[in-house]
Structures are given as structure tokens and as C-alpha cells.
């Protein structure tokens, strides 16, 4: 059974930093796994997502430079560092697997975790 458990969510100022983690189990393997975001009255977009076969990774242009993502391959753990967070990274935050960083190419989607940056 395949699981994927976000946690690290919470409230955050601007400015502030937060780290989300991705304990993933249940399977053996993947093309690609990332987080994904979807604010109120929005569509969910890709956010950052990490390629098993290269390592190669992708941002978003929103995100760029500000948030870094990272994996832990003896804790089955994928993480998403946060830093100089702005009200409109404001979502709920999903890990995702499957073949890209494209809603249409997940597979298995965690339960969501909720980012508010706000003061």
C-alpha cells in the first residue's frame, strides 16, 4: 500500500522559513516525486520535484531561489526547505509520485499539509 505522510505545515510570518517532509512507503520505485500546492480558488500547481533517475529537480518560477528541495533516501523522506515565505505561498502543500511535475502524470497523492504565511 502505497503511503505518502506530509507533515511540517503550520503558520508562518513573512519572511519566516518552514520545512515540509514526505515519509514515503510502499513502493519501490519512482520516476518522480515532488510537492505540489493548491490555494482557495485555485488550480494545484506543481511546486518542486525531484527526478529518481538523474536527480535532476524542478521550481517553479514562483519559488526559484527560495525554496530547495531534498531527499533522504535511508528514511524514504523527501523535504522542501522554505525561506523568505510571502502570503501567496499561502496553500495547501501535497507530496505527489509518478511520471513528472505534472498534475496529470501523479500517481499517488499524500493527504496535504497547510502553509499560511501570514502576520
Known amino acids: 500500500q502505497v503511503q505518502l505522510v506530509e507533515s511540517g505545515g503550520g503558520l508562518v510570518q513573512p519572511g519566516g522559513s518552514l520545512r515540509l517532509s514526505c515519509a514515503a512507503s510502499?513502493?519501490?520505485?519512482?520516476?518522480?516525486i515532488g510537492w505540489f500546492r493548491q490555494a482557495p480558488g485555485k488550480e494545484r500547481e506543481g511546486v518542486s520535484c525531484?527526478?529518481?533517475?538523474?536527480?535532476?529537480?524542478y521550481y517553479a518560477d514562483s519559488v526559484k531561489g527560495r525554496f530547495t528541495i531534498s531527499r533522504d533516501n535511508a528514511k524514504n523522506t523527501v523535504y522542501l526547505q522554505m525561506n523568505s515565505l510571502k502570503p501567496e505561498d499561502t496553500a495547501v502543500y501535497y507530496c505527489?509520485?509518478?511520471?513528472?511535475?505534472?498534475?496529470?502524470?501523479?500517481?499517488?497523492w499524500g493527504q496535504g499539509t497547510q502553509v499560511t504565511v501570514s502576520s
Open positions: 505527489a509520485v509518478g511520471g513528472g511535475c505534472s498534475g496529470s502524470l501523479v500517481n499517488y
Open positions: 510502499g513502493f519501490l520505485f519512482y520516476n518522480t
Open positions: 525531484l527526478s529518481s533517475s538523474d536527480g535532476s529537480t
